[in-house]
Nanobody
């Protein structure tokens, strides 16, 4: 199984920036589609961004132009650069690894809290 550990969360003022990191175990990191999801208090977990093995990215409309997902396969790490943060970005952010070949399997990190408040 893939183990994921997020870091980089914290308290930031509106308009500020944070960079989240997700370190993955295993030797097949480059084969997984990686993603970031978030869950605000009392809300459903939602997609933030994904990045496939070939570098193709997908973003939620709410973060397009502000967030950037990237990966460093040599370091088994995926990043989420978050700029121009808004209070509505406040949530627990979870790292996800998707095994895209059969059988499809998803792995989740423990989450890291991001709070955007003045």
């Amino acid at each position: 199984q893939v183990q994921l550990v997020e870091s980089g969360g914290g308290l930031v003022q509106p308009g500020g920036s944070l960079r989240l990191s997700c370190a993955a175990s295993g030797s097949s990191f480059s084969r997984y589609t990686m993603g970031w999801y978030r869950q605000g208090s009392g809300k459903q977990r939602e997609l933030v961004a994904t990045i496939a093995s070939d570098g193709n990215t997908n973003y939620a409309d709410s973060v397009k132009g502000r967030f950037t997902i990237s990966r460093d396969n040599a370091k088994n790490t995926v990043y989420l650069q978050m700029n121009t943060l808004k209070p509505e970005d406040t949530a627990v952010y979870y790292c996800n690894a998707e095994r895209t070949w059969y059988p499809r399997t998803n792995y989740w990190g423990q989450g890291t809290q991001v709070t955007v408040s003045s």
